[in-house]
């Protein structure tokens, strides 16, 4: 494995959900990754989910291939659906940003740039 | 030269039929490699060897990637590493000039090695430190996902997280340049199940923590803040607030001991205690004096069969952590002077 340096937001529409944890699944991420709860006032129910993570470069390489509509063919060897790949990146908000320092404030940037925001937790700090 | 009497070892697992030695040990200590003479045989870095002592022992140490390690044993006196008293026994090698050096493993082991419950990991170390959840890929470098932390206390609380995008980042990016772990406050944490502090009413926390954010509540670590023996380190605790945060529960209460007056960027070694019975809920950070809450808990233990979470799950932290240990009992002022000096030295908080 290699360095993961790139910052990586990935938001999807909570009806796209449970065909982007089993993409992210079926690329070896495992299982849950889209778990940040997100809507447009920060009400439940979240509309979105997203994610932040470091990512390899090959990550990025992969994300601009399937941008031009390339599988990858990890994924055509395990099967995964290429009609879900397609409805999964149809549906995809992402940000890709090397050299971030930042990842809360990258992260926060992209869901307000989709009009969103965080739902916040109902555990409060006692 | 200094020679070192006292123990006598034996070769074991394999070793090469060598002659015994003699090395000294100081309460707390053990030895750093690099300090003796002759150097360590190339024999020992995959091998174990066995010190057996008249008073006790035998200890069983592994040589691994530059550090010695304690693999079983009992130590011959109460009070520490091992010490061992002149004339005990002969020797016929001698590690000379050999100078002594306590490691956050030496010092995890030791808060342990009486049974009592919790965790100590070291996200500093990566020969303890894996990429993925099953513990099968090393961490091998900085900038690479942590998915496993393995617990050094002996309990068998492995920290995981299964979700990539969940994964700290190991790092070389502390100011004083020291690995850590970093958590992007977005997703990332790691957890263990069924943390089992129940046999308990006390517990001690100790972590090397860089907050980077004051900005939303971060939870550092912790198995909530609901009732029912439930603790919770948060930096801050309030939004826009910088401060740190120890915080835990009896049956009827939930009492926080808070430190303010501490903005991020920050970096601190905390020392929470608890004591459910006496109701006595504290926090120290670096080397000011404690902050107490003395309501009342409602008593009785921690809980049992409880998720532990580093990172937490509702409120995620936004940082760097060094090490930590989750003791599940009372720590002793010498035990919290030498475990403080040591996180210390990983977060350079002082």
Not at chain 1, 83 to 110: K, Q
Not at chain 1, 118 to 124: A, F
Not at chain 2, 92 to 117: C, D, H, W
Not at chain 2, 186 to 210: H, W
Request: charged share 10%; hydrophobic share 40%.
């Amino acid at each position: 494995m290699g360095e993961y340096t790139t910052s990586a937001v990935l938001i999807i529409p909570t009806a796209q959900r449970d065909a982007a944890n089993a993409l992210a699944e079926a690329m070896g991420w495992g299982a849950g990754c889209y778990s940040v709860p997100l809507s447009a006032t920060g009400a439940e129910p979240a509309t979105h989910y997203g994610l932040h993570s470091w990512v390899e470069q090959s990550f990025v390489e992969m994300l601009g291939a399937a941008g031009d509509g390339s599988m990858p063919p990890d994924l055509i060897a395990a099967g995964y659906p290429p009609e879900d790949f397609a409805a999964v990146l149809g549906s995809l908000g992402s940000s890709i940003r090397a050299g971030e320092t930042d990842p809360a404030g990258h992260f926060a940037e992209v869901y307000a740039a989709h009009g969103l925001a965080l739902v916040e937790g109902e555990e409060e700090p006692a | 030269m200094s020679i070192l009497p006292g123990v006598v070892a034996s070769m074991v697992e394999g070793a090469p039929p060598t002659p015994t030695f003699a090395i000294s040990l100081g309460t707390h200590n053990r030895i750093d490699p690099s300090s003796i003479s002759p150097s360590v045989p190339p024999w020992l870095t995959a091998s174990g060897f066995t010190i057996t002592t008249n008073a006790g022992g035998p200890v069983v140490y592994e040589y691994i990637s530059g550090a010695w390690h304690v693999v079983s044993g009992t130590f011959p006196d109460a009070s520490g590493f091992g010490t061992w008293t002149q004339g005990e026994n002969t020797a016929a090698i001698t590690y000379t000039n050999a100078k002594t050096e306590t490691t956050f493993q030496v010092a995890a082991n030791n808060l342990f090695r009486s049974g009592a419950p919790g965790g100590a990991w070291d996200f500093s170390d990566p020969t303890t430190l894996f990429q993925d959840a099953a513990g099968t890929v090393p961490v091998t470098g900085f900038n690479q996902p942590v998915g496993h932390v393995l617990d050094l206390s002996g309990n068998g609380y492995h920290l995981t997280q299964s979700a990539a995008a969940s994964r700290a980042l190991f790092t070389d990016t502390l100011p004083n340049g020291k690995p850590s772990i970093l958590f992007d406050g977005v997703d990332d944490l790691l957890s263990v199940a069924n943390f089992d502090l129940s046999s308990t009413d006390k517990v001690t926390v100790f972590a090397g923590v860089r907050k980077i954010s004051d900005a939303t509540i971060s939870g550092v670590l912790g198995t909530g803040v609901s009732l029912g023996g439930k603790f919770h380190l948060g930096a801050p605790r309030i939004a826009g607030v910088g401060n740190v945060n120890f915080g835990a529960s009896g049956l009827s209460t939930f009492r926080n001991a808070r430190f303010d007056g501490v903005p991020a960027p920050f970096s601190f070694v905390v020392v929470g205690g608890a004591n459910l019975l006496q109701s006595q809920v504290s926090i120290r950070v670096n080397q000011n004096a404690p902050i107490f809450s003395t309501g009342s808990t409602g008593g009785g233990t921690f809980a049992g069969s409880t998720t532990f979470t580093v990172g937490y799950s509702v409120w995620p932290f936004n940082g760097y952590l060094t090490s930590l240990v989750v003791l599940g009992r009372e720590a002793t002022s010498d035990e919290t002077a030498s475990m403080t000096a040591i996180i210390n030295q990983q977060i350079g908080a002082w």
